[in-house]
């Protein structure tokens, strides 16, 4: 982990990190936490095949990845995989028809920090297939895998494998 050196409150080179949750400043006292974020992953069904992306920037650029992203201050997680959906596949969704599955904790290393995150994993169905116009940066390609060919190491992220040793069995 990249380790902040200079307290924003007082300006000096004083900040100490704790090795797993907050920095604390002895000359002014001031503590920054580095809490736990939430994210969201939406597994997008199709029968027995799910939609994946393909991550087209850092962190784990070109593994697969499930729709979702961080939760805004002041949104839901529902709100957040509708938001997120839309951003990244501009596939509209009715909240109701989410299914919450489980959570896992996570690390998310970016820029050399690593954000502690608790991944919301839900389930969500479509009648049809779909495709997406690939013209959003975050995407380098989306594609539908029968769940019984998913490749673990494919994936991007430890959450998500787990998740998925987990799933593929109760599929």
Request: net charge negative.
């Amino acid at each position: 982990m990249k380790i902040l050196k200079y307290c924003p409150s007082c300006g000096k080179e004083s900040l100490n990190w704790d090795g797993e949750k907050k920095w604390s400043c002895p000359e002014c006292n001031f503590t920054l936490y580095n809490n736990v974020a939430g994210a969201v992953a939406v597994v997008i069904r199709f029968e027995n095949e799910i939609y994946l992306t393909q991550r087209n920037r850092d962190p784990k650029k070109g593994k697969l990845d499930l729709p979702g992203g961080f939760v805004d201050p002041r949104e839901s997680a529902e709100e957040t995989c509708k938001r997120e959906l839309f951003e990244e596949l501009q596939l509209e969704v009715d909240i109701s028809n989410l299914k919450y599955l489980t959570s896992l904790p996570n690390v998310y290393q970016y820029k050399e920090i690593d954000y502690h995150t608790i991944d919301l994993f839900y389930e969500y169905y479509v009648s049809e297939k779909f495709q997406v116009k690939l013209d959003i940066s975050e995407i380098s390609d989306a594609l539908w895998i029968p769940l019984d060919t998913l490749n673990p190491e494919d994936i991007a992220f430890d959450s998500q494998k787990k998740f998925f040793e987990d799933y593929t069995r109760k599929a």
